[in-house]
């Protein structure tokens, strides 16, 4: 799977947690960039997150934030991961830990059908590609 492919996918699930209080996008390129309106005491604030991507040693996906923007805010990433985990209803196999500031993806908890799971294998950004593997649940 190249970048192009996998913006594609995530972000068809993003539209899905759209709503009026909440915009998101997600870019990945050389790193992966989250942007977004999300309302804080009343009034749409635009976000943009830059993270690294790798993989852990279980085949999840490991999204470690880098750099923040906030409107004029000046606010922590820690506090930012803190806002998206308390504003947004994240699907289950997305946990944010904005205590160590990073999210982890875990693919093979995404219900495809009961029977198939996903895991990643590579992340090569430099050369776009993404490796995938899927397994057959017993």
């Known amino acids: 799977m190249n970048k192009k492919q996998f913006n594609s996918i995530v972000n068809e699930y993003l539209t899905k947690l759209n709503s009026k209080d909440l915009?998101?996008?997600?870019?990945?390129?050389?790193?992966?960039?989250?942007?977004?309106?999300?309302?804080?005491?009343?009034?749409?604030?635009?976000?943009?997150?830059?993270?690294?991507?790798?993989?852990?040693?279980?085949?999840?996906?490991?999204?470690k934030p880098e750099v923040v923007s906030m409107g004029n805010l000046n606010i922590s990433l820690k506090r930012v991961l803190q806002l998206i985990e308390t504003q947004v209803k994240?699907?289950?196999?997305?946990?944010?830990?904005s205590k160590n500031v990073e999210v982890v993806i875990a693919l093979e908890k995404i219900q495809f059908n009961k029977n198939l799971s996903f895991r990643v294998d590579a992340v090569d950004l430099?050369?776009?590609?993404?490796?995938?593997?899927?397994?057959?649940?017993?």
């Open 23 to 63: 915009r998101l996008n997600f870019v990945l390129s050389d790193d992966a960039q989250l942007t977004g309106t999300i309302k804080i005491f009343g009034q749409p604030l635009r976000f943009r997150l830059i993270m690294n991507v790798s993989v852990l040693a279980n085949k999840d996906l490991l999204l």
């Open 90 to 97: 994240l699907p289950k196999f997305i946990s944010i830990d």
């Open 126 to 138: 430099a050369n776009d590609r993404i490796v995938f593997n899927g397994y057959l649940n017993k």
